[in-house]
């Protein structure tokens, strides 16, 4: 198996681009605060709990150019697309209109940019009506913060047809585009040497690295509670870091860069750290699939039980149907050859006998009597024949029957002779 190495570094370390080097940004945190000014307070409130909640508190930022530089020349060669990696203390860092709206927003504007609005905001409530005011506001957010492409950025038509429905161009990921656009454009410059453009929102860089690394804008010797926030969530440093004014001095950035080398990593509290986030992150998606696989585990089962009861209910509803069934077939066998009465002769009564007991191709007019020599029923052990009272109690001999139908327990004919021989011919 091919060993894995250490992730390339866009310079090698201690020859990074030194100097006074800086970066050009198109975005400017200073309008966040006049475009706040211009705003009712219900429209603030609007915002302020929507996406653009944590941007609008970034009006008292400073941007450090010079500082974003230091840390794109520090950059890890990644082989993803939208993805970047860079190193500070020896860690790796990662970071991951419709036309009637257009016309109400811009008159006889053909092509506005951002600075264009910010002309007509800087007026502040005096300049048109609320709606309008809040549109545009939003235009420069998304076009003139989050995800401009230069200075001179025309606004994009499609991002104008959106403010139609507020609530939807609120929800829109605009934190996602601005993402992407700034990814692809820093991602491994080899012009870091030089003064550089980034387009998009470079200063989420910086606050990831401030998450990352809060002694970067902590004094020596401070007591802040950013610092005792390691054992919090990622969204309470944010937070933290957000809701202050932060001006980041890159001295001091560089002196806390240079003492985390030297001190090393802890590289088992290091893998603790990851263990215990992977497990906090993990363990509530296990045991939500196991809840669901636990719920639908009990609708089969139920499902199951339903049927097993449905298949013994139908036995037992057979069983009865059977058993009813051999009841009846074994009266009818044993009423064959059963006298209901004796004539004054001596003779018995008729017996009824359906035709599908019948032997196919028997004769049952012709049966022997009683007293014929061929029926053995008649004749005692010893050869010698019965007397008539014994006959008669022995062997019921005439047998007659009505005429009936052909079907099943209905008489078929008249019938005379020895029943024992009778019987023979059904069985």
Not at 289 to 305: A, E, F, N
Not at 326 to 331: G, I, L, S, V
Request: aromatic share 8%; charged share 25%; glycine share 8%.
């Amino acid at each position: 198996m091919e060993e894995l190495g250490l992730p390339s570094r866009l310079f090698e370390t201690g020859f990074e681009p030194t100097g006074r080097k800086r970066v050009n940004i198109y975005f400017n945190l200073r309008w966040i605060e006049l475009i706040k000014n211009v705003l009712d307070d219900d429209q603030l409130e609007l915002l302020n709990e929507s996406q653009f909640g944590k941007l609008l508190k970034m009006g008292s930022h400073t941007f450090s150019v010079m500082f974003l530089h230091y840390i794109l020349s520090r950059q890890l060669v990644t082989a993803k697309h939208y993805e970047l990696w860079w190193l500070l203390v020896g860690k790796p860092i990662p970071s991951t209109s419709t036309p009637s709206i257009w016309d109400s927003l811009f008159r006889w504007e053909e092509k506005p940019i951002a600075g264009w609005i910010m002309d007509r905001l800087i007026m502040g409530k005096k300049y048109k009506d609320p709606l309008t005011r809040l549109r545009l506001s939003l235009l420069v957010l998304v076009e003139g913060i989050l995800c401009p492409t230069c200075g001179t950025m025309k606004i994009r038509p499609e991002v104008v047809s959106m403010l139609g429905n507020l609530d939807e161009f609120l929800n829109y990921p605009w934190g996602r585009e601005s993402f992407l656009l700034t990814v692809k454009s820093t991602q491994a410059r080899s012009d870091v040497h030089d003064t550089m453009a980034i387009q998009g929102f470079s200063h989420a860089m910086v606050l990831v690295t401030l998450n990352v690394c809060p002694f970067i804008i902590v004094k020596d010797g401070a007591v802040d509670p950013l610092l005792g926030m390691y054992s919090t969530n990622s969204e309470e440093i944010v937070r933290s870091v957000v809701d202050r004014k932060l001006v980041v001095n890159v001295v001091h950035a560089k002196t806390v860069d240079q003492k985390g080398k030297n001190a090393g990593i802890d590289v088992p509290a290091l893998l603790r750290l990851v263990a215990d986030a992977y497990e906090e992150r993990l363990m509530p998606m296990f045991e939500g699939y196991m809840l669901r696989y636990k719920s639908h585990l009990d609708t089969k089962v139920s499902g199951l039980q339903r049927e097993v009861k449905a298949a013994i209910a139908a036995t037992r509803e057979l069983d009865v149907k059977v058993t009813t069934e051999f009841d009846d077939n074994r009266k009818l066998i044993a009423g064959f050859g059963q006298p209901e009465y004796v004539h004054p002769q001596g003779s018995y009564s008729a017996l009824e006998i359906p035709r599908a007991f019948v032997n196919p191709g028997s004769d049952l007019r012709n049966l022997p009597s009683a007293d014929d020599p061929s029926c053995g029923r008649g004749k005692q052990p010893g050869g010698g024949e019965t007397r008539g009272e014994e006959a008669v109690g022995e062997h019921p001999e005439s047998m007659t029957a009505a005429h009936g139908t052909e079907e099943i327990g209905e008489p078929v004919g008249t019938v005379s002779g020895c029943s024992h021989c009778l019987l023979q011919l059904l069985w």
